[in-house]
């Protein structure tokens, strides 16, 4: 059984720190590439940071440039999303999902296009207020 879950989201203040985790099961995610996508309520879907699997080349979309920072660690299947210096903007449902790795230069694509992927998590809220 395919699975893909993350964690890590909370209610966090301005200014403050959260690690996202997410976890893959039943694949492995070295063959993938993978992105963090987020939806605040009456927005659609955006992507946030995503990196290849072959060179873990990065793409960031332009808000979260200088505070966020995606990184994955093959051996133990997990993809994390460092963020800091959160602001209210942030607020959001945070969503990995992965793609067949197509190499760096795709990078920015998988994240900017939008789905389908192969392999969706369920997200986990990321609240940041006062």
């Known amino acids: 059984q395919l699975h893909f879950v993350e964690s890590g989201g909370a209610l966090v203040q301005p200014g403050g720190s959260l690690r996202l985790s997410c976890a893959a099961s039943?694949?492995?995610?070295?063959?993938?590439?993978v992105g963090w996508f987020r939806q605040a309520p009456g927005k659609e879907r955006e992507g946030v940071s995503c990196i290849s699997g072959s060179d873990s080349t990065t793409y960031y979309t332009d808000s979260v440039k200088g505070r966020f920072t995606i990184s994955r660690d093959d051996a133990k299947n997990m993809v994390y999303l460092q963020m800091n210096s959160l602001k209210p903007e942030d607020t959001a449902v945070y969503y990995c999902a992965a793609e067949t790795d197509g190499g760096g230069s795709l990078v920015q694509p998988m994240c900017v296009r939008g789905p389908p992927y192969d392999y969706w998590g369920q997200g986990t809220q990321v609240t940041v207020s006062s």
């Open positions: 039943g694949f492995a995610l070295s063959y993938y590439a």
